[in-house]
C-alpha cells in the first residue's frame, strides 16, 4: 500500500539521518557545512602549509603559493558556479561529495566538479527547504574554506 511505501521510505531516511549525524559528529559538518573524509591527509597537510604563512618562497610539493593560489582561483570559479546553480534547482541532496582537480602545472585547467550525489529531495517533498537549505549551506562553507586558503597563500 501507499502508506507501506511512505513509512518504508521514512524508516530509510530516519536511518540514514542517524548515519549522517554520527558521521558528523566530531567533524567539521555541523559548524561549517562540509566534513572531510577520513584518509584526508593531503588537505590537512596543505591546510598547514598555507596557514604557516610561509614565505613567497616557500614551495608545497615543488610548487610556490602563488601557484597554488592561482590553480585554487579557479577552483573556486566553479564552486561559486554551482551553488549559484544549485541556489535556483527544484533538487537538492542530503550531500554529495566535491572532486577538485588541482593542476600546479597548468593552473588554469584546475576546476571542481560535485560528484556522488546522496538523497535527491526535490521541491515540494516534505523537507525540502530544510535539505536544500543545508545543501546551500555545505557549498557556501567549502567556497568559504577555499577562499581562506587562496588568501593564506596570499591570492
Given at each position: 500500500?501507499?502508506?507501506a511505501e511512505d513509512n518504508k521510505k521514512k524508516s530509510r531516511f530516519s536511518f540514514k539521518g542517524v548515519q549522517h549525524q554520527l558521521l558528523d559528529s566530531g567533524s567539521t559538518?555541523?559548524?561549517h557545512g562540509f566534513r572531510f573524509e577520513s584518509k584526508?591527509?593531503?588537505i590537512k597537510r596543505f591546510?598547514?602549509?598555507?596557514?604557516s604563512h610561509p614565505p613567497r618562497s616557500a614551495l608545497?610539493?615543488?610548487y610556490t603559493p602563488a601557484v597554488w593560489s592561482e590553480a585554487l582561483g579557479r577552483v573556486m570559479i566553479d564552486l561559486e558556479a554551482i551553488r549559484l546553480k544549485m541556489s535556483t534547482a527544484d533538487i537538492a541532496f542530503v550531500g554529495s561529495s566535491a572532486l577538485l582537480i588541482i593542476s600546479p602545472e597548468d593552473?588554469?585547467?584546475s576546476k571542481a566538479r560535485m560528484i556522488d550525489f546522496a538523497h535527491p529531495w526535490r521541491k515540494?517533498?516534505?523537507d525540502y527547504e530544510t535539505i536544500w537549505t543545508n545543501y546551500i549551506k555545505g557549498l557556501v562553507g567549502f567556497n568559504s574554506f577555499v577562499r581562506g586558503l587562496v588568501t593564506s597563500l596570499g591570492g
Open positions: 500500500s501507499e502508506d559538518s555541523e559548524k584526508q591527509d593531503w591546510e598547514a602549509f598555507c596557514n608545497f610539493e615543488g593552473p588554469a585547467a515540494g517533498q516534505q
